[in-house]
């Protein structure tokens, strides 16, 4: 699985609000042991909508989290963009949903807006929203809509990641921090095997260059002897360091 966050809003963009999602669904996906493949912020705007939902879709592993867009106003385009993006460009009636938003809100207030919510994209399935039970949508178990509002959609993503059987993994890493520049580390980082990750996230102070230096695997004994070649490296060439607590990521 390639888990994908697209958050639409021009609002985010020009800072006249804070973005919430992208810190949550990063720890909310570390909790089963797994990262964002991709992240999007964008605006609203239809055509940049569409081929951003295109492009994610053309992972054949991915999965989507959509924030945003997916109300009744002139500016919620997601709905119609999911449409022309994944299915036939035309928006139905789903019946569920439009008995679910007559339900809580009355034939008064759900007419003539609030009503469209449940014009969906072919083939929709609902995604329930229990803090005011106006629904959203997800297509083929793996893109998912939701709204802007985190109070709304963190709740939603929480359910949804519980229901798609993300399979938990454990991801081990071990850090450093090394008295050097990053461009001691490089042949040792090419000499690394596949199952290795490494990281190193350098920076200057004004007694020298330090690097902060981590390798993972999902194999800890290879984290392990990846992390002791570092060492080995680093005392060789005379480098100071020191060592960070062992860090789990995840669940077996």
Known sequence: MNFYALIIGTELLNKRREDKHFDFITRALLEYGHTLKGAFIIADEPSLIVKTIKFIASDPDSILFSFGGVGSTPDDHTRQCAALALRDGKLYRHEQAHKMILDA????????????????????????????????????????????????????????????????????????TALCRESELIELMESLGDDIESSSLPKIY????????????????SAKNAFMQTQALLNKKGINYALHDEDHVGFN
């Open 206 to 221: 004004s007694d020298g260059p330090r690097v902060v230096f981590s390798v993972a695997s999902q194999n800890q004994q």
């Open 105 to 176: 809100l009355g034939k008064e207030r759900a007419y003539p807006h609030a009503i469209k919510m449940s014009l969906l994209p072919k083939d929709s399935n609902i995604i329930e929203n229990g803090f005011n039970s106006i629904p959203s949508f997800s297509l083929d178990n793996r893109f998912f809509f939701v709204p802007g509002f985190p109070e709304m959609s963190h709740p939603m993503i929480q359910e949804i990641l519980q229901k798609i059987n993300i399979p938990k993994q454990t991801i081990y890493r071990y850090t450093l």
